[in-house]
């Protein structure tokens, strides 16, 4: 991919008094009484809005956040101005929407060195048809566009990819060099052993990535929500678990050619299975064919033998045989990706998978060893250990750096112009 044009590359001279559409990511997690849990991925978009702004530029700041079907009020990004307005130093204005003649008249009235946030552009289903008439609406509120949201290069939305048509110049943030940079170094010639870890929910969008990963990698682990597809697959019991029914077929041809190029691919041997999902719920561990079940910290062993998750139950994070088999191999590796967390972290009772794989990763890069971490919840993990100063790179997309690491060339990066 031809090296792109940098938003370094322009001056005081190009930007004082102009508009600048920058799409960012800000899709960071919040709780349910709508508080920020990790603001990682609004820390990273800071410096190039800063130096926008410090070049006199009038910021009109574009995001999504989650997947809301149309105008869905938990989705909007009103409770993110007060982070947004203390790192950037200024008090950042909230249009309520993306396009139209309010949120015109609002970008009109931006001076220079202010900031305007657009409401969630995801609002629109037109954003992610990439609907070209949209993509002309977003644009109409720039004189020139940015784009420094890598956790979406890897989507051709309207405001990451369709926009870039309609301003110029259209140019990389610094985030967003600074993701290729590493990453494309990192994984175009890895130090080997090289494994990737993926787990996660975006079941359906991260399979496909597997089998691209098979010609990369030495070593693929899998955790998280990613893998009741495939026991299913291989005629496991999954109870209520996660499971792509579509991708059943996808999941078992993965598991051969893994077999058949060599790649050591592992699966959980134990998992954590709740009856619901929730942090409250009961839950209990298949244990070397035994259930564990929890109670008040403790661990009581009933003496069912099983193999299998039972109908209304769902697993929920991995297992303690896992947790020691997954560390077992990682310690043969010299480059580790991780992306998706190993499983429902946010529940006390379902993080220790996640978070005993943060800390072997982390003992890991103290011994050499290269660790990427990407994706909005996997950094919250490593944040939420205190861990992310630990890994060599903590880059703010998962699935962005999955494809990157398939050799594909991201729509958001290919827009723009070349240097
Ligand atoms: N077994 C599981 N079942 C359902 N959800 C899971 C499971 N394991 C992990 N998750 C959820 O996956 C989410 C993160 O997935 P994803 O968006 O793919 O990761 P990232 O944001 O790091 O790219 C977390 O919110 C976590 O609760
Ligand atoms: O969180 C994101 O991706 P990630 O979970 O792969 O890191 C990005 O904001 C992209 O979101 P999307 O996967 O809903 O397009």
């Not at 990427?372 to 939420?384: L, M, N, T």
């Amino acid at each position: 991919m031809a090296t792109k044009k940098s938003v370094s590359s322009l001056k005081e001279g190009d930007l004082k008094g102009k508009r600048v559409f920058i799409r960012v990511d800000l899709n960071v997690p919040l709780d349910d009484s709508f508080k920020i849990t990790d603001d990682t991925r609004i820390r990273a978009a800071v410096p190039t809005i800063k130096y926008l702004m410090s070049n006199g530029a009038r910021v009109v700041l574009s995001s999504h956040l989650g997947r809301p079907k149309g105008v869905t009020p938990k989705y909007s990004l009103k409770p993110l101005v007060p982070r947004l307005s203390e790192l950037l130093g200024v008090e950042v204005k909230m249009a309520g929407d993306c396009v139209g003649p309010e949120v015109e008249k609002m970008v009109a009235e931006i001076p220079n060195g202010g900031v305007l946030l657009l409401e969630n552009v995801r609002f629109y289903p037109e954003e992610e048809k990439n609907d070209p008439e949209f993509a002309k609406k977003l644009a109409s509120l720039g004189d020139l566009y940015v784009n420094d949201a890598f956790g979406t290069a890897h989507r051709a939305h309207a405001s990451t990819e369709g926009v870039a048509k309609h301003l110029k110049p259209a140019v990389a943030g610094y985030l967003m060099q600074k993701e290729l940079d590493y990453l494309v170094g990192a994984v175009s010639n890895p130090k080997k052993p090289f494994a990737a870890i993926v787990g996660g929910s975006k079941v359906s969008s991260k399979i496909g990535v597997i089998e691209s990963l098979l010609e990369k990698v030495n070593i693929l682990v899998l955790g998280g929500g990613m893998i009741f597809t495939f026991y299913k697959a291989q005629g496991h019991k999954v109870g209520s678990s996660l499971v792509e029914e579509d991708k059943l077929n996808l999941a078992t041809s993965l598991l051969e050619k893994a077999k058949s190029k060599g790649v050591s691919l592992l699966l959980p041997t134990d998992v954590v299975v709740a009856d619901k999902f929730a942090a409250d719920a009961n839950s209990k561990i298949l244990f070397r064919g035994h259930w564990l079940e929890f109670c008040k910290g403790m661990i009581f062993l009933i003496v069912v033998p099983a193999n299998s998750i039972p109908d209304g139950w769902m697993g929920l994070d991995i297992g303690p045989d896992s947790i020691k088999s997954f560390s077992e191999t990682l310690d043969t590796t010299k480059t580790v990706i991780w992306n998706g967390p190993m499983g429902v972290f946010e529940f006390e009772k379902f993080a220790a998978g996640t978070e005993a794989i943060a800390k072997k990763l982390a003992e890991l890069s103290g011994k050499g060893v290269t660790t990427i971490i990407g994706g909005g919840d996997s950094v919250a993990a490593v944040e939420k250990v205190g861990l992310a100063d630990k890994m060599s790179h903590i880059s703010t997309g998962g699935g962005a750096s999955l494809e990157l690491l398939e050799g594909k060339t991201l729509p958001g990066v290919l827009a723009l112009n070349d240097a």
